[in-house]
Structure formats: C-alpha cells, structure tokens
Nanobody, 115 residues
Framework: QVHLMETGGGLVQPGGSLRLSCAPS????????MGWFRQAPGKERELAAR???????TYADSVKGRFTISRDAGKNMMYLQMNILKPEDTAVYYC?????????WGQGTQVTVSL
C-alpha cells in the first residue's frame, strides 16, 4: 500500500503563488508516474500536471505556463509550483501515483484563490 501526504494548500490572493508538496511512502522513482489532480466544487476531478519516471511533464491547458511540476529524488518529494493563481484554480488538490500494481491518492489539500 502506498500512502501520499500533501501539504502546502491555503488561501492566496489572485496573482499570488503557492507550492504544494507530496511525500510518498515509497521511493519516488519507483512510480511509473506521479501527478496532481484537482477537483473544484460541483466539478469532476481533473488532471493538472503529471511527471513520468523518465522526467517528462504534461500539463492541462488551463495551467500551462503558470504551474510547474517537479520532484527531488534526494528528498523523496514531489512538488507543484503554482504561480499567477486565478480564482478558477480554487479546488482540492490531490497527489496521485501509479505503479504496475495500481494507482494511489492522497487525502487532498485545499487551495483557495480569493481576495
């Protein structure tokens, strides 16, 4: 069983920045890929960014140029740097990981972008 712990959510004004962190219980490079999903109230969960084991990153069109997904293998951590935040980025953000045996989710962290 893989456990994922997100930290770093909070309240930020439009145009501001936040960095989310994800700490997995397994070795980060053992996962086929890891990513960040988000779910806004009344909407379906959607992929925001994904990073493969090979280091290839992909982003939703809505966050391209503003969000950056990264990892630090030495610290065994994954990050999502979010800049130029907009009210429509308000959502619960979930850390996600996939292995050959299944997929795993964190509990989520709330990000609220508001004045």
């Amino acid at each position: 069983q893989v456990h994922l712990m997100e930290t770093g959510g909070g309240l930020v004004q439009p145009g501001g920045s936040l960095r989310l962190s994800c700490a997995p219980s397994g070795t980060i490079l053992s996962f086929n890929d890891m990513g960040w999903f988000r779910q806004a109230p009344g909407k379906e969960r959607e992929l925001a960014a994904r990073l493969t084991r090979a280091g290839i990153s992909t982003y939703a069109d809505s966050v391209k140029g503003r969000f950056t997904i990264s990892r630090d293998a030495g610290k065994n951590m994954m990050y999502l740097q979010m800049n130029i935040l907009k009210p429509e980025d308000t959502a619960v953000y979930y850390c996600h990981a996939r292995t050959s045996y299944g997929e795993y989710w964190g509990q989520g962290t709330q990000v609220t972008v508001s004045l």
